[in-house]
């Protein structure tokens, strides 16, 4: 019509250009694209490490999901540091560590680790950390909650999940039935903050009676800690926006957990309250798909679980116990002991259908080199016959059985090794089945827990 005519003819508004389809959009007009570290297995697979390996050279590290339930180890000059809020990338002074919105954050829990890392030389941490104003916050009472709920757990059907009791779940409940807290609102006008706390805590008391809270010492506390925090807050989405559609830029992503944890694709009940597969970044960060780049799963040689659950290739015998020995598997947030069992390929499989890893990183290759044999789990058969899929249904998974492949052991110290030449052949025969089975280059192999102790194959 004459009147919009006019209009835009005064206007002289530019006519925005048409959108290029994908496969002729170019990096500019994307953005920088973010590379993401996954777990591809029951978690501890080595995240921390391969982390702290590409972080050497990022300018961005980032926490898109779980909460302190993660322990993630990085061993630099002999010094060993375990991170569970705090990204790993914190180690580079020349980087910047962001916890983005999809993270759970126990504030105690976030300032205890930075002053114990402090401790053991981690300078500056706190300036070179920005937090995410929409990220959700875990209060102690949520840490209550979870021991609870384990409790009752135990008595209503002789099992629990066996969490971390770092109120990851309670959390992310109060996330989803929409009574969570947020930094936003720790930082906002602090007296409705406190009357949203007390109907907060008034609502867990209802369900758990025994439940008890100091609710004025609570306040004074997280009032102390929204100032330490306040200088590190920022609007999350436009942070990456920009650091996304800036100069070039390296940007990490580091996932905590992993994809058989994760809430919609693990072995539920026995997971994690978040998505720890390649979504989670996404949805963690407030980035688009498009800037998702390079996607890198991290697998141990062989597989370990903490806490309950199906695990079909578990060990429960002396191979069990000299991975568990030789692979100090204890976890670094509860000193449990890990569940350890031979290489499981279906669930590495599952989740790279699920995550589409562009390479994989495979690590403590070490651990197997005392081994006369070793194998490694290919397929899972249900009443003798080969099923393509993994089972959602925990019953089916305890019933299926492991078709396993044999390969003879390499029966020699792989520590020292550097280059794929290095290798003993056996050993790369064992590493190029698995690249081949799972359909995805490996990129690097871990033979130790230091930094240098990495082959890089391409
Ligand atoms: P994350 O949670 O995935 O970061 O892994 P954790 O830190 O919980 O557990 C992995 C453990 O294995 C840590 O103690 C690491 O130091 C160690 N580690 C990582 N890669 C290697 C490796 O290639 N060889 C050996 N021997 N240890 C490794
Ligand atoms: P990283 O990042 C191993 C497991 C717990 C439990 C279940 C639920 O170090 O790989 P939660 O406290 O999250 O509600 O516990 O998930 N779990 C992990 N196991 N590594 C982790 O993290 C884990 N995070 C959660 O043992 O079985
Ligand atoms: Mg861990």
């Known amino acids: 019509n004459d009147d919009r005519k006019t209009k835009l ?18 990096r500019s007009d994307a953005g920088n694209k973010v590379t993401v570290v996954l777990g591809a297995q029951w978690g501890d697979e080595g995240k921390g490490k391969v982390v702290d390996l590409l972080a050497t050279e990022a300018d961005f590290v980032c926490r898109c999901q779980g909460g302190n339930n993660a322990g993630h180890t990085v061993v630099v000059d002999g010094k060993e540091y375990d991170f569970h809020l705090l990204p790993s990338g914190i180690i580079n002074p020349k980087s910047i560590s962001l916890i983005g919105n999809g ?17 053991k030389g981690l300078k500056g941490w706190e300036k070179r950390l920005i937090v995410s104003d929409r990220a959700h916050l875990v209060f102690d009472f949520h840490q209550v909650v979870d021991g609870l709920q384990e409790t009752e757990r135990q008595a209503q059907e002789g099992k629990n999940i066996g969490t971390t009791k770092k109120g990851i779940g309670p959390a992310y409940s109060s996330k989803a039935s929409r009574t969570g807290l947020r930094v936003c609102d720790l930082l906002g006008d602090f007296k409705d ?24 010492d609570q306040l004074k506390k997280l009032k102390e800690y929204a100032e330490r925090l306040r200088p590190m807050v920022r609007d999350g989405v436009y942070y990456m926006y920009e650091a996304l559609h800036g100069p070039p830029k390296k940007i990490l992503v580091e996932g905590a957990n992993a994809a058989l944890l994760d809430i919609d694709f693990g072995t539920y009940p026995f997971v994690t309250s978040s998505n720890c597969t390649v979504g989670g970044a996404c949805t963690g960060l407030g980035i688009p798909p498009m800037n998702i780049g390079d996607v890198f799963g991290v697998a141990k040689a062989y597989t370990t679980r903490v806490g309950i659950g199906a695990f079909p290739t578990e060990q429960l015998n002396a191979i069990g116990e000299l991975l568990q020995t030789r692979g100090h598997e204890v976890g670094v947030t509860t000193g449990r002991k890990r569940r350890c069992g031979w290489l499981d390929l279906v669930i590495v ?75 003993p052949a056996k050993a790369q025969n064992y590493i190029r089945f698995i690249e081949n089975h799972i359909g995805v280059p490996i990129k690097w192999v871990g033979v130790g827990k230091s930094r240098e102790c990495m082959i890089q194959m391409f």
């Open 193 to 216: 903050f406190s009357t949203r706390f007390k109907n907060l805590v008034q609502q867990y008391q209802s369900m758990y009676p025994s439940l008890t809270v100091d609710v004025e």
């Open 349 to 423: 499989r599952y989740a790279h259908m699920i995550n589409g890893f562009t390479a994989i990183a495979l690590t403590k290759l070490d651990i197997l080199d005392v081994l006369d044999e070793i194998k490694v789990g290919v397929a899972y058969k249900l009443n003798g016959k080969r099923i393509p899929h993994f089972p959602a249904n925990m019953d089916v998974l305890h019933k299926v059985e492991v078709e396993y492949e044999t390969f003879p052991g390499w029966k020699t110290d792989t520590s020292a090794a550097r280059k794929w030449n290095d290798l």
């Open 103 to 119: 993270v759970v954050i126990h504030l105690p829990g976030l300032f205890e680790e930075g002053d114990k890392n402090e401790k």
């Open 9 to 26: 003819g005064k206007n002289k508004q530019p006519r925005l250009r048409r959108e290029r389809s994908s496969w002729q959009r170019r």
